[in-house]
């Protein structure tokens, strides 16, 4: 199984509104509503940002979204502020097990 | 509040086995629709899922790895074991335990993570 596809890179200024995209197959992505994003700053561990696609755990904020379209899930995040600066992860369930995706370093302008 | 943290060896030889335990608190892996889960990260690198052990001990490793890993429970001191064998130099990387919860199939927690570096 090969990793999930995401851009090695997004920018944006404060204010402004990305997406990230995260391009697996019909035999993960596609086939399942189970993406699941995760924010990691430098030095820190992982944190639940999305799960099942589109849902958001309590006390993530609402200006992270989700959505998915045929092998594509994408992360939307508006309103960018300086703290969103970091490393984005995909994760979908590919059948026996979780593929994550190469990840995205997200920075504010 | 849950929590979990990793702990082990920092520096393993090559060929040598890692063994590394996770110790959790705020929540039972005896209860239906938890599960912990290993998953590293090669400095600079991504995030790779590593092995699953569920509450009723199913057990699911990653198909490049299996025949190297093995994942345990002791329920009664909230700790999850992962053993790797014949340690490389790539298997370099920052190992996190994570809680995967069947309810929303995420990883919903984790812990800090603990630096493995093999080296001779």
């Known amino acids: 199984q090969s990793a999930l596809t995401q851009p090695a890179s997004v920018s944006g200024s404060p204010g402004q509104s990305i997406t990230i995209s995260c391009t697996g197959t019909?035999?993960?992505?596609?086939?399942?509503?189970?993406v699941s994003w995760y924010q990691q700053h430098p030095g820190k561990a992982p944190k639940l940002m999305i799960y099942?696609?589109?849902k958001r755990p309590s006390g993530v904020s609402n200006r992270f979204s989700g959505s998915k379209s045929g092998n594509t899930a994408s992360l939307t995040i508006s309103g960018l502020q300086a703290e969103d600066e970091a490393d984005y992860y995909c994760c979908s369930y590919a059948g026996s097990s979780p593929l994550f995706g190469g990840g995205t370093k997200l920075t504010v302008l | 509040q849950v929590t979990l943290r990793e702990s082990g060896p920092a520096l393993v030889k090559p060929t040598q086995t890692l063994t590394l335990t996770c110790t959790f608190s705020?929540?039972?892996?005896?209860?239906?629709?938890?599960?912990v889960s290993w998953i590293r990260q090669p400095p600079g690198k991504a995030l790779e899922w590593l092995a699953r052990i569920d509450w009723d001990d199913d057990k699911y490793y990653s198909t490049s790895l299996k025949t190297r890993l093995t994942i345990s429970k002791d329920t009664s001191k909230n700790q999850v074991v992962l053993t790797m064998t014949n340690m490389d130099p790539v298997d370099t990387a920052t190992y996190y335990c994570?809680?995967?919860?069947?309810?929303?199939?995420?990883?919903?927690?984790w812990g800090q993570g603990t630096m493995v570096t093999v080296s001779s």
């Open positions: 705020g929540f039972s892996l005896s209860t239906s629709g938890m599960c």
């Open positions: 019909s035999s993960d992505v596609g086939s399942y509503n189970l």
């Open positions: 994570a809680r995967f919860t069947v309810t929303i199939d995420a990883f919903d927690i």
């Open positions: 099942e696609g589109s």
